[in-house]
């Protein structure tokens, strides 16, 4: 069974990174503790070490790289990477319901 990381857009606004086992499993967690998740991008590994070093990683990212991951921005992401201080850039729009990669 693989290991993910994953992102959760909460209804306010709050954006989670994570890694588990359980996707689904672990965004009902979420939603015990009072939040409306929805998982939104998520990406397997054979490890949890690999799934962990993607987790630190994506943590360390600015919150419109984290949306350009999850929207598929693949070009938003090379951009952002070779900037610094990316936030100037407009965060790339989920249409509203997706649950991508989800």
Not at 53 to 77: C, D, F, H, Y
């Amino acid at each position: 069974m693989p290991f993910f990381t994953y992102l959760v857009l909460f209804d306010s606004g709050y954006l989670y990174t994570g890694q588990t086992r359980k996707v689904r499993d672990r965004a009902k967690e979420h939603w015990r503790k009072g939040g409306h998740p929805r998982v939104i991008w998520k990406q397997a590994f054979e490890t949890r070490a690999e799934a962990l070093v993607r987790e630190k990683q994506i943590k360390g990212w600015t919150r419109v790289k984290k949306l350009a991951l999850a929207s598929g921005a693949i070009n938003s992401l090379e951009v952002l990477a070779k900037r610094r201080g990316g936030r100037s850039l407009q965060a790339p729009s989920l249409p509203f319901g997706a649950s991508l990669g989800g």
